[in-house]
């Protein structure tokens, strides 16, 4: 019995770290069945458009902890397959964040798509996903959304084309579609927002940003209860 409970306590950490993994692989798996529809929309707009209703409604808003939302994101990045040994994952939100009403699943899927991103093209340095308050009337606050690595970076006739779908990085190796940035730019536009790629250049990097101009959550708001 000794031997059994000295097993199990053993074992404990390694089952939960298993289950942990089995969670994201399982987030991720779900983030590539949301890129596959919204790659059908992009591909057939008017098919799409009937069966998105029943579906996948075109806006959901729900009460949402930006700051709790983006700290389960970097979480699920750290423990799926995507991670690196020499890439750093890294928050900076700003502590004066409200919580809002928004399209969580859409604004999620976004961001994920954007760090999935970064970290392919991103062999040793960071990954930083930032958040920041530009903006707060009190009623509708203004927020910038940045992903930016230190990766191999982008040259000009690259980014002119980077959201453009099934355009490819000549880096990529690993058989992707070019479809994750044509798919971010399409979700961050039902979000109300536009998304710009910058890089200095190959070797040096890239940031990915966008502006949501988000309502405040009120206390008495029904969700809220």
Known sequence: RVRQAS??????PMALERVRQASSCAELLSLIVSNLWELDSLENPRAAAGRQKVLLPNEHLERMDLRSRLVSIVE???SSPQTKPHVLLQLVADERLPLVMCDASRLTRALLNLMVNSLKFTSSGVV????TLLDDDGHVASIRFEVSDTGRGM???EIARVAEAYVCSPAEEDGGMGLGLAIVTQAVHSLGGQLTITSPGRGHGSSSVFTLRLQHALPEDPEAL
């Open 128 to 131: 930083t996903l930032a958040m």
């Open 7 to 12: 097993s199990c306590a053993e074992h404990g």
């Open 155 to 157: 040259a000009k006739e």
């Open 76 to 78: 699920l990045l750290k």
